[in-house]
C-alpha cells in the first residue's frame, strides 16, 4: 500500500529495488539532462519557490537562486547498501552556502553544514555525506530534499548529485590513499579526502614517480595517451 506524506513524499511498505553497483561506481541521481520530471532513476524530480522558480540549467547544472525561500526534491526509493556517501558536485556564489542549505535524507535533516566537514566553493567541488555518520539507513533511501528557508538570499549551482562508495578500492600513492570517486576508472582524487581539486594535482605531480602511480597507469592517464606523464598532471589541472 502506498501513501503520500503533506509534501508529496510517497512512502510505501514494498520491499525497495536493490541497487548493486558499488563495484562498477556510483548511482548518479541527478545530472540535470532532464529537468524537471524524472531523474536518473526514473523517479520525481522537481523544485519551486526559488526566486527563480524552479530553477534553470546553466551549463548543464541545476543553478537555484534563494532568498528565504525554496525546495528541490529527488525521490530515490531504493535499496543503496554498499554506498557510503551521498555526494553533490556544486558551487556557490558568494562560497559557504553550506550553512544556508538544509539537507534532508528521509529522516535525517540539518543544515549542509552540520552533515558534513566538506563545504561549498565558488567553484565545483565535491561534498559529500557520510550515510552511517549522520543515521541514514543506506537499505532503504526514499528521498533527498535540499531546502532554503529563512536562508537569506544566495544562489547554488548543482551539476550532479550520486551515491558513491568512499570505502572502495585506494591506491597508495605517497602518504595518500588515492581514490575513483565517480567510477571512471580514473584516480582523480589523489589526497582521498573526497574532493578533487588543486591539492589533488599537486600531490599528483609530487608523487608522479611513485610507485603507486608508475604501477598503475591506467588510474592516472588522464590525458588517455596510453602512459603516464607531466601531461596528465596539466589534464587533472585542466578538469577541475
Given at each position: 500500500?502506498?501513501?503520500s506524506?503533506?509534501?508529496g513524499r510517497?512512502?510505501?511498505?514494498a520491499?525497495?529495488?536493490?541497487i ?6 556510483p548511482?548518479?541521481?541527478?545530472d540535470f ?6 531523474n536518473?532513476l526514473g523517479?520525481?524530480s522537481n523544485?519551486g519557490?526559488f526566486?527563480n522558480?524552479?530553477?534553470e ?6 543553478r537555484?537562486?534563494?532568498?528565504d ?6 525521490n530515490?526509493?531504493?535499496?543503496l547498501?554498499g554506498?557510503t ?5 556544486v ?7 553550506e550553512s544556508?542549505?538544509?539537507?534532508e535524507i528521509?529522516s535525517?535533516?540539518g543544515?549542509l553544514?552540520?552533515?558534513t566537514?566538506e ?6 567541488t565535491?561534498?559529500?555525506?557520510d550515510l552511517?555518520a549522520?543515521?541514514v539507513d543506506?537499505s ?10 529563512n536562508?537569506?538570499?544566495g544562489?547554488?549551482e548543482?551539476?550532479e548529485?550520486?551515491f ?13 590513499d588515492a581514490?575513483?570517486?565517480?567510477g ?8 582521498g579526502?573526497?574532493l578533487t ?5 599537486e600531490?599528483f605531480?609530487e608523487h608522479?614517480?611513485a610507485d603507486g602511480v608508475?604501477?598503475n597507469?591506467?588510474?592516472f592517464?588522464?590525458?588517455?595517451d596510453?602512459?603516464v606523464?607531466y601531461a ?8 577541475l
Amino acid at each position: 500500500m502506498n501513501t503520500s506524506d503533506t509534501r508529496g513524499r510517497s512512502t510505501t511498505n514494498a520491499t525497495l529495488p536493490s541497487i548493486q553497483q558499488s563495484t562498477d561506481g556510483p548511482v548518479v541521481i541527478e545530472d540535470f539532462s532532464s529537468w524537471p520530471g524524472e531523474n536518473r532513476l526514473g523517479e520525481y524530480s522537481n523544485a519551486g519557490a526559488f526566486a527563480n522558480g524552479d530553477g534553470e540549467l546553466v551549463e548543464d547544472a541545476l543553478r537555484l537562486e534563494f532568498d528565504d525561500g525554496g525546495w528541490f526534491l529527488s525521490n530515490v526509493r531504493a535499496d543503496l547498501s554498499g554506498y557510503t556517501h551521498l555526494e553533490l558536485d556544486v558551487r556557490g556564489d558568494d562560497g559557504g552556502e553550506e550553512s544556508a542549505v538544509f539537507l534532508e535524507i528521509d529522516s535525517v535533516a540539518g543544515p549542509l553544514g552540520s552533515l558534513t566537514d566538506e563545504s561549498i566553493e565558488t567553484e565545483f567541488t565535491t561534498v559529500g555525506v557520510d550515510l552511517e555518520a549522520v543515521g541514514v539507513d543506506p537499505s532503504s533511501v526514499q528521498d533527498v530534499w535540499l531546502t532554503c528557508w529563512n536562508a537569506g538570499s544566495g544562489a547554488i549551482e548543482i551539476d550532479e548529485l550520486r551515491f558513491v562508495d568512499r570505502d572502495g578500492d585506494t591506491i597508495t600513492v605517497g602518504d595518500h590513499d588515492a581514490r575513483d570517486p565517480d567510477g571512471d576508472g580514473r584516480y582523480d582524487d589523489v589526497t582521498g579526502d573526497g574532493l578533487t581539486n588543486h591539492e589533488d594535482v599537486e600531490a599528483f605531480y609530487e608523487h608522479l614517480d611513485a610507485d603507486g602511480v608508475q604501477e598503475n597507469p591506467d588510474a592516472f592517464d588522464f590525458d588517455e595517451d596510453g602512459h603516464v606523464s607531466y601531461a596528465d598532471v596539466l589534464e587533472l589541472l585542466d578538469d577541475l
